[in-house]
């Protein structure tokens, strides 16, 4: 079985330049996650997906952030503008979910982003 | 609100010897915990979960994880540590109460030293 897909890898791009990630999931998963890992902390949460819609995005900096997941498969992560605070691994995640909380969650290798 | 505590930075370690992990948590409702392990330059891995049922929960690579309610704590543990075990470990906690994100703790390296 296929994981979690996360691209690019890496990123290093200027402050106030835009960014997007792209991230493809587990075949079959309705539950797609973007978490923000800053070096040293564990994971939050960004944006949660169920299928096409969004579960919880509270903290989510709408502001600069946004993301969307089209046709309830893949989705794209984007940072536009980016400030240096937003140096961290972006971790794409899913979940088989539908309203099971106990399932456990498949992560991606993560895509880490330079703010210069 | 929830959270994760995981006091320990580092746990060192020989080979072949005991290794504890420690979490602890709190939930307004009843938990389900997991354990996740991050190797460099990789994602999260899924060790195990603490659904409901026996405390004692066995998990991939020989780990397993002892859920204690009234102290609530669900600490990670090996009997014998392999090299190959270091790597940073993140404890998770999810209230089964209503909707509840996953939410980490900050990790704990483990050095398992040969």
């Known amino acids: 079985e296929a994981g979690v897909a996360q691209s690019p890898r890496y990123k290093i791009i200027e402050k106030r330049q835009s960014v997007a990630f792209w991230c493809n999931p587990i075949?079959?998963?309705?539950?797609l996650y973007w978490y923000q890992q800053i070096l040293g902390q564990g994971p939050k949460l960004l944006i949660q997906?169920?299928?096409?819609?969004?579960?919880?995005d509270s903290q989510l900096p709408k502001d600069r952030f946004s993301a969307e997941r089209l046709k309830g498969v893949d989705s794209t992560l984007k940072i536009q503008p980016a400030k240096l605070e937003d140096s961290a691994v972006y971790l794409c995640?899913?979940?088989?979910?539908?309203?099971?909380?106990?399932?456990?969650?498949?992560f991606g290798p993560g895509t880490r982003l330079t703010v210069l | 609100a929830q959270s994760v505590a995981q006091p320990e930075d580092q746990v060192n370690v020989a080979e072949g010897n005991p290794l504890t992990v420690k979490c602890t948590y709190s939930?307004?409702?009843?938990?389900?915990l997991f354990w996740y392990v991050q190797y460099p330059n990789r994602g999260l891995q899924f060790l195990l979960k603490?659904?409901?049922?026996?405390?004692l929960v066995k998990g991939s690579y020989g780990f397993e994880a002892e859920f204690n309610k009234s102290q609530t704590s669900f600490h990670l543990k090996k009997p014998s540590a392999l090299v190959s075990d270091s790597a940073l470990y993140f404890c998770?906690?999810?209230?089964?109460?209503?909707?509840?994100?996953?939410?980490f703790g900050k990790g704990t390296m483990l050095l398992v030293s040969p």
């Open positions: 997906f169920q299928n096409n819609g969004v579960v919880d």
């Open positions: 939930v307004s409702g009843n938990p389900y």
């Open positions: 603490y659904i409901t049922g026996d405390n």
């Open positions: 995640a899913s979940s088989l979910e539908g309203g099971n909380l106990y399932n456990e969650q498949f």
């Open positions: 075949s079959g998963h309705a539950t």
């Open positions: 998770a906690v999810r209230d089964m109460a209503g909707y509840s994100t996953l939410t």
